[in-house]
């Protein structure tokens, strides 16, 4: 019997996909591998434009002498488009290892938002289309409505109004609380950076938005806390001034798009 989180046939037809279907460990977990290639679901065609942008950065990298930073290849569909019916394929590199050390994790992150700075100079429009659970959390996280964004989730009010209440008293002090200038970065880095056969970090399962790469680091440093095994010491330096906020943020992000969401173990970190 197929597994029901696998693709279904017409999506591996369309991606030419060949080979026995094989469950990968790491992001959310629910990516397979098929021959050469890696399918994941919960694409659109919104996300279209992000896929020129990886293939020139991902080929740029592979051609640098000695590499540092490696990024996943999409493979479009046999139609045409980047998408089908919410999966997206980018080609299986072998040898790969997963990468749980942090700082290997956070130089990844800022190679790879050092790159993006330069080949993505100015906001793409195509993120305004984005829906998804992540997207939504992502803005009720800055615009100021993470509280609102909790009213439906009895569960999570306190832990919300708790990390919201943080941010708030940030306002009212003389801390620099300037995350630093917005541009594109993967909001997702801490389960998705392997080691190829030779060590470099290989960046899969682009997950795209406008942000501080402060914030996106703040995101990855706190993943690998919860779910990587990273000392809870490495937010020490966290807990003050400019990083401070981008984590307090990061964890309204996470909480608000968590489903379910662990809310003991989010408060066993004392964030706010």
Same mark, same amino acid.
Request: aromatic share 6%.
């Given at each position: 019997?197929?597994?029901p989180?696998?693709?279904?046939?017409?999506?591996l037809?369309?991606?030419?996909?060949?080979?026995?279907?094989?469950?990968l460990?790491?992001?959310?977990?629910?990516?397979?591998?098929a021959?050469?290639l890696? #399918?994941?679901?919960?694409?659109?065609?919104?996300?279209?434009?992000?896929?020129?942008?990886?293939a020139?950065?991902?080929?740029?990298l592979?051609e640098?002498?000695?590499?540092?930073?490696?990024l996943?290849l999409p493979v479009?569909?046999?139609?045409?488009?980047?998408?089908?019916?919410?999966?997206?394929?980018?080609?299986?590199?072998?040898?790969?290892?997963?990468?749980?050390?942090?700082?290997?994790?956070r130089?990844?992150?800022h190679?790879?938002?050092?790159? #993006?700075?330069?080949?993505?100079p100015?906001?793409?429009?195509?993120?305004?289309?984005?829906?998804?659970?992540?997207?939504?959390?992502?803005?009720?996280?800055?615009?100021g409505?993470a509280?609102?964004?909790?009213?439906?989730?009895?569960?999570?009010?306190d832990?919300?109004?708790?990390?919201a209440?943080?941010?708030?008293?940030d306002?009212?002090?003389?801390l620099?609380?300037? #995350?630093?200038?917005?541009?594109?970065?993967?909001?997702?880095?801490?389960?998705?950076?392997?080691?190829?056969a030779?060590g470099?970090?290989?960046?899969?399962?682009?997950s795209p938005?406008?942000?501080?790469?402060?914030?996106?680091?703040?995101?990855?440093v706190?993943?690998?806390?919860?779910? #990587?095994?990273?000392?809870?010491?490495?937010?020490?330096e966290?807990?003050?001034?400019?990083p401070?906020?981008?984590?307090?943020?990061?964890a309204l992000?996470?909480?608000?798009?968590?489903?379910?969401?662990?809310?003991?173990?989010?408060?066993?970190?004392?964030?706010?």
């Amino acid at each position: 019997m197929p597994h029901p989180s696998q693709p279904p046939d017409h999506v591996l037809d369309l991606f030419a996909a060949e080979g026995v279907l094989e469950p990968l460990p790491g992001g959310r977990g629910t990516s397979w591998r098929a021959g050469d290639l890696v #399918l994941s679901p919960g694409h659109d065609e919104s996300e279209a434009w992000i896929a020129p942008i990886q293939a020139r950065l991902a080929v740029r990298l592979d051609e640098a002498v000695p590499r540092s930073l490696r990024l996943a290849l999409p493979v479009p569909a046999r139609d045409g488009h980047l998408t089908a019916d919410g999966w997206a394929a980018t080609r299986f590199e072998p040898g790969t290892t997963h990468c749980r050390d942090l700082p290997t994790l956070r130089a990844t992150a800022h190679l790879l938002h050092a790159h #993006l700075a330069t080949a993505v100079p100015e906001r793409p429009s195509q993120l305004d289309a984005r829906d998804d659970r992540w997207a939504v959390a992502d803005r009720a996280t800055h615009d100021g409505t993470a509280e609102q964004a909790a009213a439906a989730r009895p569960h999570l009010r306190d832990l919300v109004g708790t990390l919201a209440a943080g941010l708030d008293t940030d306002l009212d002090t003389d801390l620099d609380t300037d #995350l630093g200038r917005e541009q594109l970065v993967h909001a997702d880095l801490a389960g998705n950076v392997l080691l190829d056969a030779d060590g470099i970090p290989f960046v899969v399962d682009f997950s795209p938005a406008w942000r501080s790469p402060l914030w996106a680091e703040a995101v990855c440093v706190l993943d690998a806390v919860l779910w #990587l095994r990273a000392p809870v010491a490495a937010l020490d330096e966290w807990r003050t001034g400019a990083p401070r906020r981008a984590m307090l943020r990061a964890a309204l992000f996470r909480v608000l798009s968590d489903d379910p969401c662990d809310v003991a173990r989010y408060e066993a970190l004392g964030l706010s």
